[in-house]
């Protein structure tokens, strides 16, 4: 199935209007790692690290493989509890399943803009620190 690539970065952008928090999607066919593993090296490929308040966020989909992850930076970790994305996650799993990976990563961006809001919440004059358009593996 197909990804609309348009709507996944309209939906990074309005994320990113609810918070500071910088969100990035990378989307590949194989994940050639433990999915957690595979996405920490795409955080530090992309320079995701360099945001002004680590809150960084990356949302990990290997389409072949069916894994997902969301990682976050050190400066969310820092504030948030172990389980800050679950409910993030129980969005998207069952539209994962289904293949149905636009509709996942959509109201994914859209839960993570929701959640980030409380500990960062966008301040006016917002510098968009990493690019909205998604990245594409191989
Ligand atoms: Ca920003
Ligand atoms: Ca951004």
Sequence with gaps: MSIDTKLVEKAITE???????????????????????????????LKMHKTQA????????????????ILGDGGINAVV??????????IA??????????????RTLHSCGEQLKAHFPYQKGDIDEL???VSWGD
């Design 93 to 106: 799993l069952p539209l994962l399943k289904d293949g149905n990976w636009t509709e996942a990563l959509c």
């Design 131 to 133: 690019d909205n358009t």
């Design 81 to 90: 509890a172990d389980d800050f994305w679950q409910s993030t996650y129980d």
């Design 54 to 69: 680590r809150n960084g966020v990356l949302i990990y989909l290997s389409t072949q493989d069916r894994k997902f992850a």
């Design 15 to 45: 994320a990113e209007l609810q918070t500071s928090g910088e969100i990035r999607v990378h989307i590949e066919s194989h994940c050639p790692s433990d999915v957690m593993d595979r996405a920490s090296v795409v955080f530090s490929a």
